[in-house]
């Protein structure tokens, strides 16, 4: 009996032996296997709305730079939404199965609903997300959510907008008989405007033209046209305008450089806006690029509100970090949070050429 015991025993002892070192080599395996993917390197994917934007590539390109800069510590994956929200979804999703560290998204449909459906996608992996231009009524909503792992990130759209009227009131003040051509005390313009329903769109074309009412100057708008952004479709709105209001817009009031830039090729194409004052169309846009910056300097183009895009990558790459890192959004930086505390601004100066009044 006391044999058998003692067999026993040696077996049990035999066992537990092999379970335990078992154990021990599955938790190597196992943790050698996490360093083996832990590289370091934080992984942020970036879906842009619109990649053709040239103002949005400049942020992008910025990110780049970063990732060069930081020796390979975060890694930026861009991909072009091209205004098509199934392909954005699509996309969104992939980023999800690869398991990535940050999401920054751009878009293409900015409504309460889309918000929501994407917040409740991504809240189940728990992978911190930077938005970008929500409207603010809709980012208010969404604030509590998904805490301290979301930051809706926006320029405050007002003051900078306010800024590009005030180009135009100058420009009307300085030189009101060239600007106002028939005289009537009333400024005819165009506006061409960026998407629908699109928050930067709806303050860029409001506001700037209650700062140039607020100055007391009458406006009449002859027509709006939604160019998307782009050059192309800019030029091709303002040929047609250019024919149908013969010779009447003393105007041209663009949400971006791109459909400024636009505008004045065609404008160029009927004689105007090549550096005489008398056949000059006021074109204010909104970026600062060096293209339109180039046209200001040569006295082609009125003015722009410039917004440095490598401060908009600074501020992706800061507040996302921390984000990363699990620490407060705005941890050693130099940002502020707008009344609402879910945006970030950003500084904006007026470009204009000194040497002209046009």
């Known amino acids: 009996m006391k044999t058998s015991c003692k067999i026993l025993t040696s077996i049990m002892i035999i066992i537990m032996s092999i379970i335990l070192t078992t154990n021990i080599k599955a938790n190597i395996f196992a943790s050698s296997t996490l360093s083996a993917n832990d590289t370091g390197v934080v992984k942020v994917g970036v879906l842009w709305a619109n990649l053709d934007n040239p103002f949005v590539k400049s942020i992008d390109k910025g990110l780049k730079d970063i990732e060069n800069k930081t020796e390979n510590k975060v890694s930026f994956t861009s991909y072009a939404g091209k205004n098509n929200l199934a392909t954005q979804n699509e996309q969104i999703d992939l980023l999800l199965r690869s398991k990535i ?47 301290n792992k979301i930051v809706f990130m926006a320029e405050d759209f007002k003051k900078p907008a306010m800024a590009q009227g005030k180009i135009i009131v100058d420009a009307w003040n300085s030189n009101k008989q060239n600007v106002d051509k028939n005289g009537d005390g009333i400024l005819q313009y165009i506006m061409l405007s960026g998407e629908r329903n699109n928050p930067i769109t709806k303050d860029r074309t409001q506001y700037s033209i209650e700062a140039i009412n607020d100055a007391g100057i009458k406006t009449e708008q002859l027509e709006q046209k939604y160019g998307k952004w782009d050059k192309e479709l800019a030029k091709e709105s303002i040929n047609l305008l250019f024919l149908k209001y013969d010779g009447s817009i003393e105007a041209i009031i663009s949400n971006n450089d791109n459909m400024a830039i636009g505008a004045i090729e065609a404008l160029q194409s009927y004689g105007y806006n090549r550096g005489n004052k008398s056949k000059n169309i006021l074109v204010v846009g909104f970026d600062g690029l060096p293209e339109a910056k180039n046209l200001i300097d040569k006295g082609m183009m009125t003015g722009t509100i410039v917004q440095d895009p490598t401060t908009v990558s600074e501020a992706l790459y800061k507040i996302g970090m921390n984000l990363v890192n699990k620490v407060d959004p705005l941890e050693n930086t130099n940002y502020k949070l707008g009344k609402t505390g879910i945006e970030v601004e950003f500084p904006h100066s007026e470009y204009i050429n000194k040497s002209t009044t046009l």
Do not use: S
Request: glycine share 0%; hydrophobic share 45%.
């Open 101 to 147: 560290d940050l999401l920054i998204v751009d878009l293409v449909d900015t409504k309460e609903d889309a918000v929501k459906n994407v917040i409740d996608r991504v809240v189940k992996t728990n992978t911190p997300m930077i938005f970008l231009n929500v409207d603010k009524p809709v980012a208010e909503k969404f604030t509590d959510y998904y805490k």
